[in-house]
């Protein structure tokens, strides 16, 4: 059996050559498809594959019809909106995530990003600092548990928003339940974003969020893009010169943004949140243990489209 690897942006070697174990070691076959250019040779390489290990990697209906054999696509990663769960399903396709495997490595950058902001994109000007200030995290997932964590060293002042986390998990993380968006937004210097992309989110954080941030407020992205209406952002930052934006992934109206608010927004030019030696091969290696452990025992307990 062929478990493809395509990454168009690959992992470390070192998290590949773990990869190749794991596969290996189960007697199946690893093409690895990295940086590729083309959509044609992601589907080409796909044709004969029984499983697909991909990260940020486009997977949508036209990849899923050339790949005939497919049993199974690992996402190895947290977000899984780069795949068409419904054209896997349809064709009984399993798809998985690897929840949890690269959290830190983005918590961690969200720290890196947030220093930088609060320091002026260090160009030499005196700033604040993140000590005492209020930090509202947006979805307490793996990765805003991670960024709480992280803000409690920092001595930040935490809390969060998520309809589908308990309360209780939140306090017992030192974190104070905020219940109403608005809240989150009014009440926090710093709002970290760590929502995923789907129907309900996309475009929700816009103008009339942003501007309810307080004086010299911040916004973190590193969730999505997506979920960002990046006209209502525009007009925040003209409205209100005082916030800044910074976030993993450029919006598509990024030179826009440089042009008009240079030294309030920084944008990654790709992806690297969970570009780490220790994300990938945490991730990596967890989607070749998964894809083994389907292909081999039928074991399917990261599905996300049952
Ligand atoms: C994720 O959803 O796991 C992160 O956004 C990382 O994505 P990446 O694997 O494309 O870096």
Not at 74 to 84: E, F, H, K, T
Request: net charge negative; proline share 3%; aromatic share 6%.
């Amino acid at each position: 059996m062929k478990v493809l690897v395509a990454t168009e942006k690959p992992f470390a070697a070192v998290a590949v050559d773990g990869i190749r174990k794991e596969i290996e070691d189960a007697g199946y076959t690893l093409e690895l498809l990295e940086k590729y250019t083309d959509r044609s040779q992601l589907l080409a390489a796909v044709a004969d594959a029984d499983a697909l290990i991909v990260r940020s990697d486009k997977i949508d209906a036209e990849v899923i019809a050339a790949a005939k054999n497919l049993k199974i696509v690992v996402r190895a990663g947290a977000g899984y909106d780069n795949i068409d769960l419904e054209a896997a399903t349809a064709r009984g396709i399993v798809v998985e995530n690897t929840p949890g495997q690269n959290s830190n490595a983005v918590a961690e950058l969200v720290f890196g990003m947030a220093v930088m902001a609060v320091r002026n994109m260090y160009n030499g000007t005196s700033g604040t600092e993140l000590k005492s200030k209020r930090l509202g995290i947006h979805a307490f997932g793996q990765v805003g548990r991670n960024v709480a964590r992280i803000a409690r060293g920092f001595g930040m002042e935490v809390s969060a928003l998520d309809p589908y986390c308990p309360d209780e998990v939140m306090t017992e993380a030192g974190v104070t339940p905020i219940h109403d968006i608005k809240d989150l937004y009014r009440l926090n210097d710093v709002v970290s974003l760590h929502i995923p992309a789907t129907a309900e989110t996309k475009g929700s954080v816009g103008y009339d969020l942003i501007t309810l941030l307080p004086k010299k407020g911040l916004l973190i992205n590193t969730a999505r893009k997506e979920v960002i209406d990046e006209a209502g952002l525009k007009k925040a930052l003209a409205d209100r010169p005082d916030i800044k934006y910074v976030a993993d992934i450029k919006p598509d109206n990024a030179d826009e943004l440089h042009a008009e608010f240079a030294d309030r927004v920084f944008f990654t030019p790709k992806k690297m949140g969970a570009q780490t030696a220790e994300a990938n091969i945490n991730a990596g290696i967890a989607a070749a243990r998964q894809t083994v452990a389907y292909l081999r025992d039928g074991i399917d307990k990261f599905r996300v489209n049952k």
